[in-house]
């Protein structure tokens, strides 16, 4: 117990002093934890004779999520969130002059000149701060996180730039609508319940989880359709990747 008190603290500490590296790392290893029970899974539910002459693991294919993991989303969260958090921070602080007549009219005009103005808290609702931070993070996040996963992994998969913007235009929609269904209650409670400097970790470790499920669920449709059932998991994949 004491052990992992300490464990966790030393993981508090990264996390708010190094949150980039911290947000990398965490994030790089939950794409290839959750990449790998997704293989397992496929594995388990793949049709007798077709997987007999594969490895039992596909190392490139999880090397590449660990790498888009650590070198592009774990920093684009770490980024994000922090981004959020301060300007929602700042949505509920204004400035009022502390001098009056003209010069009140003249330094409104100037929020910049804070040595002449005086902090005051304006009343915000926290229930329509988090709506709006869920809401910027719906349709100004997820989009760019979608592209940035497409256009990662078919670099790292050396396909062309054409066949990966090809996949991307018929991917997009779907997976962006199916995140926005998915993850709207998720990042509620993240937003909520969690700081900032784990908000990255929890939608990570959350997406071990999802990523297991589309796995799942993928590979329990029925096998007359495989092709609309590996379309659909890919889809779901990248919802929130």
Known sequence: MVHLQNAAAAYTHAAIQRPLATNAATTGILCAVGDVLAQLIERRFA???????????????TARMAVYGAAVCG??????????????S?????YEPIVSGRWAVLLSRFPILTSLQKE???ERSPAVLLITKVMADGLLANPVMLNCYFFTIGLLEMRSPAETLQLAKEQFHYSW??????????????????????QAAFVSIVNVGWKTTLSLLAHRATAATPASAEADHLRGEVARL
Not at 90 to 94: G, K, Q, S, T, Y
């Open 75 to 88: 920093p684009l969260y770490s980024v994000w969130y922090r981004t959020l958090n301060a300007v929602s």
């Open 90 to 94: 700042r949505a509920v602080v204004a």
């Open 120 to 122: 005051v808290v304006v």
């Open 177 to 198: 609508g199916l995140g926005l269904l998915v993850w709207t209650p998720v990042q509620i409670i993240n937003f909520h319940f969690l700081p900032v400097h784990f």
């Open 47 to 61: 049709p007798a004779g077709t997987i007999d002459n594969e490895p039992p693991l596909d190392v490139p294919r």
